[in-house]
């Protein structure tokens, strides 16, 4: 299984819709998971951090599985502006390596 | 809201020609990264930083790269002899502690030429 993998995309959908991303992970003692947003040519921004079992802010909500080592992201009531590649991040047990996955590319459409 | 900054925004050299990044992290963070992005790839780790030395680095950071955090706000990325596969977008990241959330700067593009 690679280190972390991601829902290629892309997703195209229109606005209103609720969509949902997967990243899977290897690691089984990672710890905390980022999602974080990327629009083209501008650094990644935060999202989300994930913690213990989930987090839920406003639209959107992260759900951490342990037991299948994979992390989603739901977006409800998508808005043209949440058009973006959205990367889970994840620290190396144990290192200050930080991974981060090849995102998932995702339009709002009109 | 603090955040972290990056110069120059964009910067053009000549293959074998040495540049020198620059990062002013968020004030009362304490560690520090430098990561690379090719263009249309994924985001690389290249070095963490923490306590004034080196905690962790890839096997992309090698001889020609070394940071330096030469005063209390500044951390720099040196890039010694440029090649032209150093080209890419290069972010600047702190966080307060190991393995919380990190905030980037808005990266620095390198073109090698």
């Known amino acids: 299984r690679k280190e972390v993998e991601q829902d290629p995309g892309p997703f195209n959908v229109p606005e209103g819709a609720t969509v949902a991303f997967n990243c899977t992970y290897s690691?089984?003692?990672?710890?905390?998971f980022f999602w974080y947003r990327q629009d083209c040519r501008k650094e990644p921004k935060l999202l989300m951090s994930v913690y213990s079992s989930g987090n839920e802010d406003g639209r959107f909500t992260a759900q951490l599985n342990r037991a299948s080592q994979y992390i989603s992201l739901l977006i409800r009531d998508s808005k043209l502006s949440d058009s973006a590649t959205y990367l889970c991040v994840f620290p190396k047990p144990g290192g200050q390596n930080f991974v981060f996955g090849p995102g998932t590319r995702l339009s709002v459409l009109p | 809201e603090p955040e972290v900054t990056q110069t120059p925004s964009h910067q053009v050299t000549q293959m074998g020609q040495e540049v020198i990044l620059r990062c002013v992290p968020i004030?009362?963070?304490?560690?520090f990264y430098w990561y690379r992005q090719i263009l249309g790839q994924k985001v690389e780790f290249l070095v963490s930083f923490y306590n004034n030395e080196i905690s962790e680095k890839s096997e992309i950071f090698d001889d020609q790269f070394s940071v330096e955090r030469p005063d209390g706000s500044n951390f720099t990325l040196k890039i010694r002899s440029t090649k032209l596969e150093d080209s890419a977008m290069y972010f600047c990241?702190?966080?307060?502690?190991?393995?919380?959330?990190?905030?980037f700067g808005p990266g620095t593009r390198l073109t090698v030429t």
């Open positions: 690691n089984s003692a990672s710890q905390s």
């Open positions: 990241a702190s966080s307060v502690g190991s393995g919380f959330e990190q905030y």
């Open positions: 004030s009362n963070h304490l560690y």
